[in-house]
């Protein structure tokens, strides 16, 4: 039971690149999460899914697209990659609610864009 | 709109002390209070889940307290070791909307 992961760890994007962040859950989960955490900010949400097939926008949706083909799997995508995306991306999942708040984060994807 | 503070925002003891970390929201039509920890480079750890219906949880050394009223929450962790140096979050659910997280506090327990 690996629970919550994400690939890749770590990536180097030059502006204007393009790269998909997956995460992938192995808990029958039906909510799946992508945040992004800056330096002395908690975490924000960026988009999350409420079942295969959906999606809908966070806080900050603002330059990134998502997709949920398949319940265990949640893709975050970059478009084209500025610097101020450069960020710590985690992903997470939970169960519907009322069990929504008992989230499962993964190991986080470091990103840097120059 | 939900906002969540944390104070301090660092925070370093000796070893063996006993010591607080503060939430706070803005909202207090919460559905629950959770705190998480959170070690370098890795990802979240839930360590208590407060129900809005609950004034607080324990679990070990660590007790976290709840007031919906004044919106506010405390971790207390008791006789503090070295293995709990972490960045602490606090995350905040209201009735159908998302988590809202406090930026955190960094917690350095010398020995």
């Known amino acids: 039971n690996a629970g919550v992961t994400q690939t890749p760890k770590f990536r180097v994007l030059k502006t204007g690149q393009s790269m998909t962040l997956l995460c992938a859950q192995d808990?029958?989960?039906?909510?799946m999460y992508w945040y992004r955490q800056d330096p002395g900010m908690g975490l924000r949400l960026i988009h999350y899914?409420?079942?295969?097939?959906?999606?809908a926008k966070g806080e900050v949706p603002d330059g990134y697209n998502v997709s949920r083909l398949k319940k265990q799997n949640f893709l975050l995508g970059l478009e084209s990659a500025a610097p101020s995306q450069t960020s710590v991306y985690f992903c997470?999942?939970?169960?519907?609610?009322?069990?929504?708040?008992?989230?499962?984060f993964g190991p986080g994807t470091r990103l840097t864009v120059t | 709109k939900q906002e969540v503070t944390q104070i301090p925002a660092a925070l370093s003891v000796p070893e063996g002390e006993n010591l607080v970390l503060n939430c706070s929201f803005t909202?207090?039509?919460?559905?629950?209070l959770q705190w998480f920890r959170q070690d370098p480079g890795k990802g979240l750890t839930s360590l208590l889940l407060?129900?809005?219906?609950?004034r607080e949880q324990t679990s070990g050394r660590l007790n976290a307290s709840l007031d919906k009223s004044s919106g506010r929450s405390t971790l207390y962790i008791a006789a503090s070791q070295p293995g709990d140096s972490a960045t602490y979050l606090c995350?905040?659910?209201?009735?159908?909307?998302?988590?809202?997280f406090g930026p955190g506090t960094r917690l350095s327990v010398l020995p």
């Open positions: 997470a999942s939970s169960y519907e609610p009322p069990k929504r708040y008992e989230q499962y």
């Open positions: 808990m029958n989960h039906e909510y």
């Open positions: 899914s409420v079942g295969e097939g959906t999606t």
């Open positions: 909202d207090s039509a919460i559905y629950n």
């Open positions: 407060i129900q809005s219906s609950q």
């Open positions: 995350a905040v659910g209201n009735y159908g909307q998302n988590f809202v």
